[in-house]
């Protein structure tokens, strides 16, 4: 079992800064990639940025391109979500996740943070 646990979500004026943290235990070695989504109440989840595992390959959506950076620390099993600039429309639940294979979906989610953007 995976076990993820995020923190770091909070209420940020439009243009600052919030960074979250995803620390992962349990069954996590050799595992694909880590990813964050977000969803708003009453609509989809959004795939906002993966890593793979090595923190060598790195995928940003259009909508936080140039403005989050994804990362990791192997040492700490922690990947990372810098968000700059941030703008009342990126307001949501955060979610970290794994995906344990190349050949599945992100199959373990944290419980969610929840980020305020204020105007």
């Known amino acids: 079992q995976v076990q993820l646990v995020e923190s770091g979500g909070g209420l940020v004026q439009a243009g600052g800064s919030l960074r979250l943290s995803c620390a992962a235990s349990?069954?996590?070695?050799?595992?694909?990639?880590m990813g964050w989504f977000r969803r708003v109440p009453g609509e989809e989840r959004e795939l906002l940025a993966t890593i793979s595992w090595s923190g060598g390959m790195t995928y940003y959506a259009d909508s936080v391109k140039g403005r989050f950076t994804i990362s990791r620390d192997n040492g700490k099993n922690t990947v990372y979500l810098q968000m700059n600039n941030l703008k009342p429309e990126d307001t949501a639940v955060y979610y970290c996740?794994?995906?344990?294979?190349?050949?599945?979906?992100?199959?373990?989610w944290g419980q969610g943070t929840q980020v305020t953007v204020s105007s």
């Open positions: 349990g069954r996590t070695a050799s595992s694909y990639a």
């Open positions: 996740a794994l995906r344990p294979t190349v050949i599945s979906t992100y199959i373990y």
